[in-house]
């Protein structure tokens, strides 16, 4: 009988960069990096009393948390390309695994916060690098599958409060062990992830070298680079800053408790279901044309949000709209600015960085005004997205019109 000899990554496609289950396995991830980031807010109380902690000291886990995020991301982004991508996912899954066990078991908080730290770090290599590989490894269709992997981390971050919700904050422990174990058993798929991607030659099949470009291509790469930070920072002080902040603006304008919590929920709600719903029309519309309706329909809806009796409605359809801006940009970066090698982990570094800023940046806002504004100084935000988009349409519609090669490069590996 012969023997065939199967080599790692065999299962998957020429022009593809993941298997089917790998594929499978990626959506999973981004779910257990949604729940792990949401899990903290609800575990405060009980985080509170078993470390007699008070309500800012508390928080230090979630910052703790990005601050390792925004790490994870920068470190793996040295060694992208370098060590290869079972490698670097591999780390970023057991780092998660550890960190999460070491947060679910410390006797002491700094312990604690060294353990989130730890689970931010992997959780930035997670989210960093499927994010990277999804942006390349499709072709035409990255857009596509970009949105459907984020989608996921809306499931998780749903599914980690309702666990919570369901099983009571004690039982935080019990949680983040049970993610450790999920994060350990997805190194098994990473057989089906293709280990090398397109490197700078890829990039550049005329044979130039992406290292050597004039002045005035530099200058252009900077500016490129810079409109998009503008774009991610802004849009996720955006989507931070309603999750934050939409419950205290409904209460102030007449609402419930309970309603303002329900249609935060809805709010993230719709995010996620964005993201599903926007993955067709990605084969059929460009990039900069799905961005550009997003941002005018997120500040529709925040100048809408000024209105007391449409406020939830409203909230809703900014998640609505939010949606595909984080997933669909990145393949648009990817094409747009080939020579900076580290835009990608830029401007994912740049979103958390947002993200971590929109609270305290937002309050301070509120302070000199009223939290009635909240919808008025977001839709400010919002205006400044839709501007940065309509600046990088027209300065990459030549790279828009260029044929795709990254299906062909990925061929090549």
Not at 99 to 127: E, K, M, Q, R, Y
Not at 132 to 158: C, D, E, K
Not at 169 to 193: E, H
Request: hydrophobic content about 50%; aromatic content about 8%; proline content about 7%.
């Amino acid at each position: 009988m012969r023997t065939l000899t199967v080599r790692p990554g065999a299962a998957v496609r020429p022009d593809r960069s993941f298997s089917a289950p790998a594929v499978v396995a990626a959506c999973v991830g981004f779910v257990l990096i949604g729940a792990l980031q949401s899990l903290y807010g609800p575990a405060l109380p009980a985080l509170r009393q078993d470390f007699g902690l008070s309500p800012s000291g508390a928080g230090l886990a979630l910052s703790a948390h990005f601050v390792g995020g925004v790490t994870g991301v920068l470190a793996f982004d040295r060694t992208f390309g370098r060590i290869g991508n079972r490698a670097l996912l591999g780390a970023s899954y057991a780092l998660m695994a550890l960190g999460s066990v070491a947060f679910a078991l410390s006797p002491n908080w700094p312990l604690a916060l060294l353990g989130a730290l730890v689970t931010g770090f992997g959780f930035g290599g997670i989210d960093y690098g499927l994010n990277q590989l999804f942006a390349t490894g499709f072709g035409r269709r990255s857009p596509a599958m970009l949105n459907i992997l984020n989608a996921h981390f809306g499931i998780g971050a749903i599914a980690g409060p309702a666990l919570i919700g369901l099983f009571g904050a004690d039982s935080y422990p019990s949680l983040f062990t049970a993610f450790a174990v999920l994060a350990a058993l997805l190194l098994i798929p990473l057989g089906g992830v293709r280990d090398r991607t397109l490197t700078a030659t890829d990039e550049c099949p005329d044979g130039s070298d992406p290292a050597v470009r004039p002045a005035g291509t530099t200058r252009r790469t900077a500016q490129l680079l810079t409109a998009f930070v503008v774009l991610y920072v802004l849009h996720v002080a955006v989507e931070a800053g309603v999750g934050g902040w939409e419950p205290t603006h409904l209460e102030a304008v007449g609402y419930s408790t309970t309603l303002a919590a329900s249609a935060t929920s809805v709010y993230w709600l719709m995010m996620t279901t964005g993201r599903f719903l926007v993955a067709p029309l990605t084969l059929r519309w460009p990039e900069p044309v799905i961005i550009a309706a997003s941002c005018a329909g997120m500040g529709a809806c925040l100048i809408a949000a000024a209105l007391p009796g449409l406020a939830p409605y409203a909230y809703a359809g900014v998640g609505l709209f939010i949606a595909p801006i984080f997933p669909t940009g990145l393949p648009w970066l990817k094409r747009a600015v080939p020579a900076a090698q580290r835009a990608g982990a830029l401007v994912i570094a740049a979103s958390m960085v947002g993200g971590v800023a929109a609270g305290p940046v937002l309050g301070k806002a509120i302070e000199l005004s009223s939290v009635r504004m909240v919808p008025v100084v977001l839709f400010v935000l919002a205006t400044v997205c839709l501007a940065a988009t309509g600046w990088l349409a027209h300065a990459t519609r030549a790279t828009r019109e260029a044929p795709d090669v990254t299906s062909a490069a990925v061929t090549r590996n």
